[in-house]
């Protein structure tokens, strides 16, 4: 029976409710989301966790979807997972759940233009095994190499042949792959002529299902149901080959460089569940020998999914398909893959990923790789009406994978697309985007006042990261800060802002300097850090700078202390006020850090014990600056003024001292 649903789907869309594919999304404004595909629309899994549609799932962690991968939510058992689909199946379907149907609010916060996102690694992926599981496939090649009396090793009907390959260089779909460079053997028929080094010349695709595992960590080899429990779900592999590197190399221990230079995969994760009604015999149908007990699959089938590999030159307007095949051509299931893995005890996380190896059929416009298609070489595959052949890839040219379940009255299930483009050898592909980076910020402008203490801490922090950054000076005795353009930036008329530029060309503002440093940190994880890492160290850090911000710097603003002074009709002497205030301030905090510096782990010259200075200190030093302004002796503190000397000659300060900025006034 068709499931319809309350947002449009199109008939031919390869998410439809029969499917809900998981994945990872670079919105426009730059912000990464786990997201699932409905039709057309990407739909924010976090947006719909902060509006508690899922909170009936007991088990579910409530942050799982607010993370940059997938990983969080793979880490649960399979139940949540499945529960999780099923809701989000009651969110769309027709008259099932009016949450999101009915609260336009949350619509638009939730949905997006499939076409107006950049998918990403859906998982960070912690290990990569590459399968040999096809006996089409394995006895094409050893026909080509061995003859056809020695086609399958004796030992290939007996276990599923795998080798480790390398997660590093795993890509996400559209992403181009430079043609490696190897040693190539110099006389095709005689390997005792040695090697010579050179791009490969052979580059092949080759066509593969993976699949990503889930649930918790194994502490025991794993049974064939449990292997099928920890089967989160399914991805379109293109695991790119360079033959005659690999044809030099691979005695006796198998492929190595020939395979390690990318492996690229489908950006959407279709869930076991949507496979499960498209579950049907393998191409063997039977396994004989029939195999060893722990890899005997009471249930032995596979998926009927239909794959197929285009080829598009440089010149050519569409890919032409040049093969035709189907994920059924498998003679070791992916339950038995993972089972085998598992078998001497081997650890398998959440994230990891295992590929089923090439999937070739029969007939030879079944063939899973261009080895296949050309019979090594030795006989050209027609582009179609291009008019151009192939033996091998040439630079320029697009591989373009997909894959489809589908059934009458039922609807259809599909993996999205796959592919990449070959660049010459040499090249420089584009920048691989990191999981761990949230944010990407560029054209970074601080508007400051100099003696600002908030816009000093924001300075002290890029100075930290060593990040580029135009300094804009705003008067404040000119009330600058007070004018149309400026209240757009900050409606409440304060520094610091900092504009910066995200991917899509738009300019965004964030105020408030805590909110400024820690934003710092999520664009660019790599540099320094003024936030402590270690979580007591981070409490700590956290403390002090309440203490700051809540009883030292608000009496050190000029246009305060006046107010203050005015409003008691002279009551008050807001100056000896304020100092008063701030001394109980200093001295708190000067407690504060005795007490941790009687740890031995905390003698470091700075605020927190440590060797190199916090946000801690990026807070306390303007305040101590303009103690002094007020007139207040700071050697009645001194341990603050030990951090105060320390960080005076340190090279996150000097420059984001107030004296040195462009705007400075008398500093005395």
Known sequence: MMLTSWLEIPEDSDFSLRNIPFGVCLLPSNCRRCVTAIGNSVVDLSVLQDADAFSDIAALDPDTFSHPTLNEFLEHPSSVWKEVRLRIVELFATGQSDLLSSNENLKVAALHDLHQVAMCLPVSIGEYTDFYSSRE?????????RGKDNALQPNWLHLPVGYHGRASTIICSGQSVVRPCGQLQIDPKDPKQGSTYGPCQRMDFELEVGFLVGGPPNDKPLSIEEAKDRIFGFVLVNDWSARDIQKWEYVPLGPFTSKNFATTVSPWIIPTEALEAFACPTSAAVQNPTPLEYLQDANYTSYDVHLSVGIQSGSMK????????????????????????????CVMNAGDLLASGTISGETDESFGSMLELSWNGS?????????????????GDTVVMNGFCYKDGYGRVGFGECSGNVLPAGSIPEPRVSNKSWIGATRLKLYSYWRSSSCWRVRIALAAKGVSCEIVPVDLKAEEHKREGFLAKNPLGQVPVLEYTVASGGVKYITQSISIIEFLDLCFPKTRSLIPKDTADRFAATEMVEIINSGIQPLQNDPMITSLEILSEGKIAANDFAKNAISRGFKAIETLIQTRKKNPRHRGPFALGSFSPTIVDACLIPQLYNARRLGMDINEFPVLSEIDRACSHHSWFVPAHASVQVDAEDCN
């Open 137 to 145: 496939h394995a006895t094409n090649v050893g026909i080509m190499y």
């Open 379 to 395: 006989r050209t595959v027609e582009l179609g009406s291009s008019g151009e052949t192939r033996r091998f890839l040439e630079d």
């Open 318 to 345: 569409q890919p032409h398909i040049v093969c035709r095949s189907n994920f059924a051509n498998l003679y070791w299931n992916a339950a038995q893959q993972l089972c085998h893995h598992s078998v001497t005890g």
